[in-house]
T-cell receptor
């Protein structure tokens, strides 16, 4: 069964304290892995798509990496405005556009 | 470029009623997917439509249905509402059918009393 597990469930950081979020997945043929950010009461905001092991993408203080079994979202020198829930999702071959989501990591960055 | 729009944003219904939610995708996007988000289950896939055809369906009862129109706008319907249907319903728009980014709307918050 296709499955996505994110850890930790919650993460509290001080401003400037770098860290990483983990997304482990099992899927019968990976089409793509997606990272989203979700603020309370809003829809998920697209961040990155990764397609193959070894691929990396960066955007401001965020960097996403992918291996055959997991993905990491590295946050460098976070700011309070980075506080949000970060969601990881996979899309499998032969499943159309269906995304399978993890439960998310709730990140809180204190000044 | 306008994003994904969903109407209404908030809805309160009572058990046994039915509800219809609407989604307008990004211009040029032909695929629309629907998801249910609850605190306990997270984001769960309901169904996907492409060119007015349902391409995939999640593990939800038949009370949940949807459709897509020729202009790619989509509606989902929930009949005989139950308390457990209270959730944030999200619509996602995608240009093609696979391997492309999905962009989400703000969601419709449904409360069933």
């Amino acid at each position: 069964e296709d499955q996505v597990t994110q850890s930790p469930e919650a993460l509290r950081l001080q401003e400037g304290e770098s860290s990483s979020l983990n997304c482990s997945y099992t899927v019968s043929g990976l089409r793509g892995l997606f990272w989203y950010r979700q603020d309370p009461g809003k829809g998920p905001e697209f961040l990155f798509t990764l397609y193959s092991a070894g691929e990396e993408k960066e955007k401001e203080r965020l960097k996403a990496t992918l291996t055959k079994k997991e993905s990491f979202l590295h946050i460098t020198a976070p700011k309070p405005e980075d506080s949000a829930t970060y969601l990881c999702a996979v899309q499998a071959n032969n499943q159309g556009g269906k995304l399978i989501f993890g439960q998310g990591t709730e990140l809180s960055v204190k000044p | 470029k306008a994003g994904v729009t969903q109407t209404p944003r908030y809805l309160i219904k009572t058990r046994g009623q039915q509800v219809t939610l609407s989604c307008s995708p990004i211009s040029g996007h032909r695929s629309v997917s629907w998801y249910q988000q609850t605190p306990g289950q997270g984001l769960q896939f309901l169904f996907e439509y492409f060119s007015e055809t349902q391409r995939n369906k999640g593990n939800f009862p038949g009370r949940f249905s949807g459709r897509q129109f020729s202009n790619s706008r989509s509606e989902m319907n929930v009949s005989t509402l139950e308390l457990g249907d209270s959730a944030l319903y999200l619509c996602a728009s995608q240009r093609g059918t696979t391997g492309n980014e999905q962009f989400f709307g703000p969601g419709t918050r449904l409360t069933v009393l």
